[in-house]
């Protein structure tokens, strides 16, 4: 034995600067929860631009941000907001409504459909969720036909949706890319296996025998690059970790409404105070606050 | 006025509709539909399955405490309740209706899952919802192709439409605003677009507002006023909606919360009072 198998951790500026202009970046994650944050942060720190970005089914506030830090040209998602707490992101509306941004007209399924043919090598997957609605004319890569078996019904194609990038958020990883998710993994697997790469944000980095106690639990197989976050997904709840910060997530939707109705000293000095190195990031969040975030994991892993 | 809020209400409404055979699946404004839901569960449905957006499938929450009403549908807190959790875009495959005897078929103990695959029940919001019962989740037009309101998107309504028996469109006000002749774009397709294109599912039976409900026509597909909640006036009814009211033979009136059934939703479900204001 000579040759040492390969590690594939990095640094988050050293994995960020991989992701170029113009590219196509999934971010993963479901709702408030998951968001692979301390990377999306990078992104906005290292000033990405016209990235076209792929949302998680039912995405939350993080691809908001992206769109408020200007690093968004198109965005694919079929939700951007945070239920309860804000139910149509402020930034989303603001692009949306003066033309800055070019939406592609989605849905959960027909996003995953998109990488269900991406993943499988297929032209296009089948669905019909979708006809009778306005998705199809909204969005001109959906192509409508008729089924060619029952002559009768109406059915959508929708063609491979490839991402350049997936970023997903893990519980923990090993150093070759093996990561678990440690609680829902809503539809990270998907679109990872959608994507030309694979990023994983993990909170901890774990020995490879740790993975390989329980390979049952293995979600993301091999990614590309992992980089270990601690508290990397605040200020949303990372499964198995942490809850959600009600507080951060409310800060941000006062300061985003703000940009959104023209008061752009806020939102500028929201980015501000937020759009650091990680660890001087968890610094401002504060040491009392994260502890305070802590969940007992549910289930033994 | 009332002692109790309309949120309370609709969730006792939607509570009564739930049968005990039933598979639920809820969306956003999940403390309506958890609270409708879990109080079916303690009243008359301890049998009914209920889904969670994300991944969390629900079952027999009735011997569980919930101390408080979720905020998100997808929190980690709410694992704990959950007999399964599957990956996200497996609800749309693997997880329909299950059977129950309610729904037999020529005698059968099993009901024929595959009909409504995804559920019997779904709630659907909506910026904007019609006569027909198409609702929008997308926007209002604007000029040029823009839109002037952008709204929060379709989420996954228009895929869960194909597959699920009955859906309850849901507004949470009552205003010329939402309820037009037209709505400006489709998310969820109303009943007459569910039959013309053969979907499994049977599109909205109802649209339910804070001053009423409204079913369809078996004829036309048309929405008509089914039932004032108490206290509201067909009158106001017609002086807020933007399409022509037509009534059913004879306009009931919603039997408001009962004691008991206040009690169970205040002292069983919603224990923080969440939706008491």
Redo the contacts between chains.
């Keep these: 034995m000579s040759k040492k198998r390969k590690e594939v951790t990095k640094s988050i500026e050293d994995a960020v600067a991989l992701i170029k202009d113009g590219q196509t970046v999934a971010i993963g994650g479901?709702?408030?929860?998951n968001h692979p944050m301390a990377i999306v942060r990078e992104m906005i720190r290292t000033g990405k631009k016209n990235l076209t970005i792929v949302a998680s089914?039912?995405a939350g506030l993080e691809i908001d941000l992206l769109i408020g830090a200007g690093c968004v040209k198109k965005l694919i998602?079929?939700?951007?907001?945070?239920?309860?707490?804000c139910?149509?992101g402020h930034n989303?509306?603001k692009y949306?409504?003066?033309?800055q941004i070019e939406i592609a007209?989605?849905?959960?399924?027909?996003l995953?459909a998109g990488f269900?043919a991406a993943a499988s090598g297929q032209e296009f997957f089948a669905?019909?969720?979708?006809?009778?609605?306005?998705?199809p004319k909204?969005n001109k890569d959906l192509v409508e036909f008729i089924d060619p078996i029952g002559k009768?019904?109406?059915i959508l194609a929708v063609p491979p949706l490839r991402p350049d990038w997936a970023i997903i958020h893990v519980g923990w990883s090993d150093a070759y890319g093996n990561g678990q998710h440690l609680?829902?993994?809503?539809?990270d697997?998907?679109m990872a296996r959608a994507a030309n790469r694979i990023m994983t944000q993990t909170e901890r980095i774990v020995p490879n025998s740790v993975i390989r106690k329980n390979p049952f639990m293995t979600t993301i197989a091999y990614a590309d690059v992992v980089v270990e976050a601690p508290y990397g997904g605040h200020p949303y709840?990372a499964?198995?970790f942490y809850?959600?910060d009600?507080d951060f997530i409310l800060d941000y939707v006062k300061c985003s409404e703000a940009n959104r109705k023209g008061d752009s000293k806020m939102w500028d000095d929201y980015l501000k105070r937020h759009i650091r190195d990680h660890y001087a990031y968890l610094d401002t969040v504060g040491i009392k606050k994260l502890l305070s975030l802590y969940?007992h994991p549910?289930?033994s892993w | 006025m009332s002692d109790y809020s309309w949120k309370e209400m609709m969730a006792v409404v939607f509570s009564r509709e739930i049968e005990d055979t039933d598979k639920i699946t809820s969306g956003?404004?999940?403390?309506i539909f958890f609270a409708a839901t879990m109080l079916a569960q303690k009243t008359h449905a301890p049998n009914l399955k209920l889904q969670l957006?994300?991944?969390?499938t629900l079952c027999q929450v009735t011997d569980v405490d919930v101390p408080e009403l979720p905020?998100?549908?997808?929190?980690?807190?709410l694992?704990?309740y959950a007999e399964s959790?599957h990956?996200?875009?497996d609800t749309?495959l693997f997880y329909g209706a299950p059977g129950g005897k309610d729904y037999y078929k020529d005698g059968s103990e099993y009901r024929d899952v595959n009909h409504f695959w995804f559920a019997d029940k779904f709630f659907v919001g909506g910026i904007q919802a019609d006569k027909w019962g198409n609702t929008n989740m997308?926007?209002l037009a604007?000029k040029d192709g823009?839109?002037?309101?952008?709204?929060?998107?379709?989420?996954?309504?228009?895929?869960?439409?194909?597959g699920v028996r009955d859906t309850y469109v849901f507004l949470t006000a009552h205003d010329k605003r939402r309820l037009v002749e037209s709505v400006d774009?489709?998310?969820?397709?109303g009943k007459k677009?569910?039959r013309?294109?053969?979907?499994y599912g049977d599109g909205p039976k109802w649209i339910v507002t804070p001053k009423c409900i409204f079913d369809f026509d078996p004829d036309t597909l048309e929405a008509r006023l089914y039932m004032t909640f108490p206290g509201v006036t067909v009158d106001d009814i017609k002086a807020n909606t933007g399409f022509e009211v037509k009534t059913a033979t004879k306009v009931g009136s919603v039997e408001p919360p009962t004691k008991a059934e206040l009690e169970a939703l205040r002292t069983e479900v919603d224990k923080t009072g969440v939706l008491r204001h």
């Design positions: 479901f709702g408030a929860d089914a039912t998602a079929p939700y951007v907001g945070q239920e309860m707490y139910p149509i989303y509306r949306a409504e003066s033309g007209e989605t849905s959960e399924y027909l995953y269900f669905w019909r969720g979708g006809v009778g609605t306005s998705i909204l009768t019904k109406k609680g829902a993994r809503f539809g697997r998907w709840a499964h198995g809850k959600e009600v969940t549910i289930v | 956003a404004h999940t403390e957006g994300g991944s969390v905020k998100t549908s997808t929190g980690y807190e694992i704990r959790v990956d996200h875009p749309f997308i926007g604007g823009k839109m002037s309101f952008r709204g929060p998107g379709t989420i996954g309504i228009n895929d869960i439409a194909v774009y489709i998310s969820h397709p677009v569910c013309e294109n053969e979907f």
